[in-house]
């Protein structure tokens, strides 16, 4: 089963105190699950680390915080989110290329995550980084033949939006909790 993880998941994977925490650790631990994301999670991640992290708004276990502390606040962010993604086992899938669009009778050349996005958004109808991420998912499906059957998120308004998503990409959003007992997993 291939599953693409949305950020949130990434970030609850990590955060000590988050109450999904243990059901994701045993949801990723699980033997044939392939995970992967886009580049944009890493952007992402780097964005939510640099506001949550300095604000208190995010734990890490102690070994890690007590490790990172000593580095400036820069390096603080790329730190973790290298380690983050050295920890947990999602596969980084870098579905780029450039793809025109034509707005005004003018071409432009743009990535193809941002065209797949445009192409989607008056169907489905979100916020620009959640269509980003749902592109990110389907351009990985499609350009690189990645057989992607859930996108993982805890975002509400994806999950609403659920069979519209699917409808337009083959690829049904997940909440942790209907993955966990989509695996039959105990409590």
């Known amino acids: 089963m291939i599953i693409y993880a949305d950020t949130n998941i990434i970030i609850s994977f ?15 631990s699980q033997p044939n699950m ?5 580049a944009i999670t890493v952007l992402e991640f780097e964005a939510i680390m640099a506001r949550q992290w300095f604000a208190g708004q995010f734990q890490f ?5 007590t490790e ?22 999602v596969r980084i899938i870098p579905a780029s290329g450039t793809e025109t669009f034509w707005l005004n009778s003018v071409e432009y050349k743009m990535d193809g995550t941002i ?5 989607l958004c008056p169907h489905i109808r979100l916020r620009t980084l959640d269509m980003i991420q749902i592109a990110s998912a389907l351009k990985i499906k499609t350009y690189e033949s ?17 069979n519209e998503i699917n409808k337009y990409t083959q690829i049904l959003p997940i909440s942790c909790q209907e993955l966990y007992s989509l695996l039959k997993l105990s409590p």
């Open 146 to 162: 990645i057989d992607i059957q859930y996108l993982l998120t805890q975002d509400q308004t994806i999950l609403q939006r659920g």
């Open 61 to 65: 276990d102690t070994q890690v915080e």
């Open 34 to 38: 392939d995970f992967v994301t886009g």
């Open 14 to 28: 990590f955060d000590v105190t988050d109450p999904l925490r243990e059901k994701l650790h045993r949801i990723f």
């Open 68 to 89: 990172i502390k000593a580095l400036t606040a820069p390096t603080q962010v790329y730190a973790l989110t290298e380690l983050c993604f050295r920890k947990i086992s």
């Open 115 to 119: 065209t797949m996005s445009l192409k």
